[in-house]
């Protein structure tokens, strides 16, 4: 079967070495982020180099299962499908894969419960994270609300919002993988007393400029939208409703802030959790800074992209979809991506049984409006 597909591929059109379909702006950005560099900072890594660093590297995972595919072959068929941009992964692939660092996902999603330990704890593991080249997902529901009662010092609680700005400076110091700096995606349920200074924080300028926020929405929220009633604001250390909030305001308030901001989004945490084929693993509460993948605590994703530009042919001076391209481009995408899977060296060992035992890849498109066009 991959010598049939690799002979369709070459049926395709032969990529040809020093010719690869890149832009300037496209060559500079690889100089600044994803080439090998020597000591000095200097770039010693061409495109194509990286390409087939990326390919040998990936295709190595051939071997774990004794499959009759050759690893020679398999990252001949990754470079192609890479070096013509047909399909491209998330950066940290491109940037670590056959490195020292071999962190390979983009997406995690790290659980913080209602202590001060669980909170800094998950602060130190994220730091791990976006040094290796990945970003991160929390939901800050199950934290207190602001001005709850604390009894193991008879204080008060400071509340979620104000433990996401510590995550928002523990980014703001550390520089991924000494390329990018972090992203995070900040969640907090609907019904967390805490829900409408969450909401608005980011209308204050220079507030969470590392993070997107999003609002958890629940179908309750959702039904008293429906009938203009209120619904409850529940403690999440006593499971316990505080008061009542009319629905409506705070739709209003979420769209008002969307607005001005661009933060938050929502989330439907309830529709979510219904198409999670794991659920005896755990609730998922939160997705990867972008928004993409809902993931459960400690799990990661690796991500790439099929370029639809690509995915077209000329025929009688119009252009038309090439299904079959798109097939076997799916197919060798997805191989190539559940491969990262086990070449990936995780920066926690939580999160490599998570991504060994499920196996969550995503698979998704860009050149979308280009695609169109040209039809």
């Known amino acids: 079967m991959l010598r049939e597909v690799h002979r369709e591929w070459t049926s395709l059109g032969e990529l040809k070495m020093g010719s690869l379909p890149l832009s300037a702006p496209a060559i500079a950005i690889l100089e600044k982020r994803y080439l090998k560099k020597d000591a000095q900072g200097q770039v010693i890594e061409f495109p194509e180099e990286m390409f087939w660093r990326v ?108 433990f996401m700005k510590v995550f928002n400076m523990a980014t703001e110091v550390i520089k991924q993988g000494g390329t990018r700096r972090g992203a995070n995606m900040g969640v907090l349920r609907v019904d967390h007393p805490d829900i409408m200074e969450f909401i608005a924080v980011k209308k204050h300028l220079n507030e969470m400029e590392n993070f997107n926020l999003s609002v958890g929405i629940t179908k309750s929220f959702m039904e008293a939208l429906g009938k203009d009633d209120e619904y409850d604001l529940i403690n999440p250390r006593t499971k316990q409703p505080v008061r009542q909030i009319k629905a409506s305001k705070v739709l209003e308030e979420i769209a008002s802030a969307a607005w001005e901001t661009g933060d938050p989004g929502i989330l439907f945490l309830d529709r979510i959790n219904e198409a999670n084929p794991t659920p005896e693993l755990g609730e ?92």
């Open 55 to 162: 390919a040998k590297n990936i295709a190595e995972a051939e071997r774990f299962y004794g499959n009759q595919h050759s690893p020679e072959e398999l990252s001949e068929i990754f470079y192609r499908m890479m070096a013509s941009l047909d399909f491209l992964p998330n950066s940290p692939c491109l940037m670590n894969a056959g490195r020292d660092l071999q962190q390979l996902a983009a997406c995690f999603v790290l659980p913080i419960e209602d202590s001060l330990d669980s909170i800094f704890e998950t602060v130190k593991q994220t730091a791990l994270i976006h040094q290796s080249g990945g970003g991160t997902g929390f939901s800050f529901s199950r934290l207190r609300p602001k001005d709850d009662s604390v009894q193991s010092t008879g204080g008060i609680a400071s509340g979620p919002v104000s």
């Open 284 to 375: 998922m509460e939160s997705t990867n800074p972008c928004g993409e993948v809902p993931l459960l605590p400690f799990e990661p994703c690796v991500l790439g992209s099929i370029n639809l530009l690509n995915m077209l042919r000329e025929k009688d001076g119009r252009w038309e979809v090439d299904f079959d391209k798109i097939s076997m481009t799916v197919r060798q995408a997805a191989h190539f991506l559940d491969n990262v899977i086990d070449m990936n060296q995780y920066p926690l060992p939580q999160i490599s049984q998570m991504a060994k035992g499920n196996r969550k890849i995503g698979l998704g498109v860009m050149g979308l409006a280009h695609f169109f066009i040209r039809l």
